[in-house]
Nanobody, 126 residues
């Protein structure tokens, strides 16, 4: 059974840090394009950061320089290191994946990904 399980969310004050993890089971992250998305109440789901199977990454402008996406193939786990957190980063964060070829584009669109985790809440207070 393919499953993505997020962990590491929580509550933090503005300027603080959190590290999200997304552990894959029944699935190989090294053969996948993966990403982090977030959704705040009454807002659409938006892309935060994505990583290609070849290691290329892309970030939303709002998190560039503050967030870092990475992957540990041995642990079959995706990470999102979030530094200098702001209240506007408050949202439910989701891990997503899709098997992709080496020639596939690096996509920030949520609809392109077909495997999703259950989400992890991040709350940043001012």
């Amino acid at each position: 059974q393919v499953q993505l399980v997020e962990s590491g969310g929580g509550s933090v004050q503005s300027g603080g840090s959190l590290r999200l993890s997304c552990e894959a089971s029944g699935y190989t992250v090294s053969r996948s394009c993966m990403g982090w998305f977030r959704q705040a109440p009454a807002k659409e789901r938006e892309g935060v950061a994505v990583i290609h199977r070849d290691g290329r990454t892309s970030y939303a402008d709002s998190v560039k320089g503050r967030f870092t996406i990475s992957r540990d193939n041995a642990q079959n786990t995706l990470f999102l290191q979030m530094n200098s957190l702001k209240p506007e980063d408050t949202a439910m964060y989701y891990c997503a994946a899709r098997l992709c070829s080496s020639s596939a584009p690096l996509m920030m669109w949520a609809v392109w990904y077909n495997i999703w985790g259950q989400g992890s809440q991040v709350t940043v207070s001012s």
